[in-house]
């Protein structure tokens, strides 16, 4: 099942206020409940991993290397609050389709809702990451390649 399979489930839920949703298909099993602050829970079907760590420290920029001048996007003023695109997900994070291709967001780069940012491959399924937020790409704080945790941020938006 995709992301945007559960997503679609999700809006499901909320337009016939369904409270809970659950799904069982070649082993995989998906649970979706309301409640508890509106929090959606993934249960797997096979017997969970190892537990991962809450939270990886990861660095702003690979290498150390300082990040180009954000505050140069004529759009958005320089005191306007940072809003992060988030990953859905626990997987490998690529700035590009391709080691040849083009990154899909760069710092200073306008984007919306419906903007890829980037992909994240998660057992084997390439999975297109979109922004849900608009504004300007101010910075990238997932390092290309590297692996990133569900909710870890990815980019920051002005």
Do not use: H, W
Request: net charge negative; aromatic share 6%.
């Amino acid at each position: 099942m995709e992301l945007k399979d559960i997503k679609a489930v999700i809006d499901l839920m909320k337009k016939n206020d369904l409270s809970v949703f659950e799904m069982e298909k070649d082993g995989f099993k998906l649970k979706l409940q309301k409640g508890a602050g509106d929090q959606t829970s993934f249960v797997p079907a096979l017997p969970p991993p190892a537990p991962l760590p809450l939270a990886i420290p990861v660095p702003a920029l690979a290498g150390g290397t300082p990040a180009p001048a954000a505050a140069a996007a004529p759009e958005a003023p320089k005191g306007a609050p940072l809003r992060d695109i988030v990953s859905p997900m626990v997987g490998t994070f690529y700035r590009a389709g391709s080691p040849e291709s083009p990154p899909f967001a760069d710092v200073g780069k306008q984007v919306t809702e419906d903007t890829v940012v980037c992909i994240i491959e998660a057992m084997k399924v390439m999975n297109e990451i979109k922004a849900e937020v608009s504004g300007v790409i101010a910075e990238i704080v997932a390092e290309n390649g590297k692996p990133v945790q569900f909710g870890q941020v990815l980019f920051r938006v002005r």
